[in-house]
C-alpha cells in the first residue's frame, strides 16, 4: 500500500461527458503527479502540482484540467470526452518537494482508475 | 515522441536464472533513471535509481547498469524468483524540467517460471 488512494477505482461513461478522478497523496506529500496509461502506451505525464500550485505541464488536453485543494488532494478534471480518452490515469505522490534532491523524490503511485468511455 | 523506449514487452526467465531488462532513451538531459514495478490492478512501485554519475547501482538481487555513452541502461535481477513476475517500467527525469516529471517507458512484462 503506497498510501497514495484514487477514487473511484472504474469509471464507465459516455461520450462528450465530464467526469472526476480524486487523489489523496501520501501523508506530509505537498507534491501530486497525473499520469495517463492508454493501451499498450507507458505513462504519459499529464500535470504537476505542489502545494496547491501548478509545478509542470505535460501533455494534457485543453479539455482536461486539474487542481490541488489547500488539503493537498487532488482533482482531474476531463470533459467532452472522447472514446480515445479511455485509459488508466494514475495519481502519484512525492515528499518534501526541497529544492535539495526536488527532482529525484521518490513518487508513490496510487493504484489507478479506470475509465472507459463508450 | 517516446523518449524513454523499451523494445521488449515481454520476456520468460527460468527461476533462479538471470533477468535482463533493457531501456534505451534518447534525451541527453537525462540525469537521473528509475525503475518502476507493477503489478496487475496496482500503481507502480518504484524499484532501484541511479543517476547519471554512476553506471552501477546494486540494491540486493537488483542491479541498475547506466552506459551514457549508448544512452542505455539496463536491470539486472539475480537471482530471478516467481514473485518477480510482473511489468518492469524504465524512466527518467530530465534536467531541463522545473518540475519532477517522470518520462517513462513502454514496460516489459517479465515472466519467471518456476
Known amino acids: 500500500d503506497s498510501g497514495v488512494t484514487q477514487t473511484p477505482k472504474h469509471l464507465i461513461t459516455a461520450t462528450g461527458q465530464r467526469v472526476t478522478l480524486r487523489c489523496s497523496p501520501r501523508?506530509?506529500?505537498?507534491?501530486v503527479y497525473w499520469y495517463q496509461q492508454s493501451l499498450d502506451q507507458g505513462l504519459q505525464f499529464l500535470i504537476q502540482?505542489?502545494?496547491?500550485?501548478?509545478?509542470a505541464k505535460g501533455n494534457i488536453l485543453e479539455r482536461f484540467s486539474a487542481q490541488q485543494f489547500p488539503d493537498l488532494h487532488s482533482e482531474l478534471n476531463l470533459s467532452s470526452l472522447e472514446l480515445g480518452d479511455s485509459a488508466l490515469y494514475f495519481c502519484?505522490?512525492?515528499?518534501?518537494?526541497?529544492?535539495?534532491?526536488?527532482?529525484?523524490?521518490?513518487?508513490?503511485f496510487g493504484p489507478g482508475t479506470r475509465l472507459t468511455v463508450l | 515522441d517516446q523518449q524513454v523506449k523499451q523494445n521488449s514487452p515481454s520476456l520468460s526467465v527460468q527461476e533462479g536464472r538471470i533477468s535482463i531488462l533493457n531501456c534505451d532513451y534518447t534525451?541527453?538531459?537525462?540525469?537521473?533513471f528509475l525503475w518502476y514495478k507493477k503489478y496487475p490492478a496496482e500503481g507502480p512501485t518504484f524499484l532501484i535509481s541511479?543517476?547519471?554519475?554512476?553506471d552501477k547501482n546494486e540494491d540486493g538481487r537488483f542491479t541498475v547498469f547506466l552506459n551514457k555513452s549508448a544512452k542505455h541502461l539496463s536491470l539486472h535481477i539475480v537471482p530471478s524468483q516467481p514473485g518477480d513476475s510482473a511489468v518492469y517500467f524504465c524512466?527518467?527525469?530530465?534536467?531541463?524540467?522545473?518540475?519532477?516529471?517522470?518520462?517513462f517507458g513502454t514496460g516489459t512484462s517479465l515472466t519467471v517460471i518456476p
Open positions: 541511479i543517476s547519471s554519475i554512476k
Open positions: 502540482y505542489y502545494n496547491g500550485e501548478e509545478r
Open positions: 501523508s506530509g506529500d505537498l507534491s
Open positions: 524512466a527518467a527525469s530530465s534536467a531541463e524540467t522545473t518540475g519532477n516529471q517522470f518520462y
Open positions: 502519484a505522490s512525492s515528499g518534501s518537494g526541497g529544492l535539495s534532491g526536488y527532482r529525484t523524490d521518490t513518487q508513490y
Open positions: 534525451n541527453s538531459m537525462f540525469d537521473y
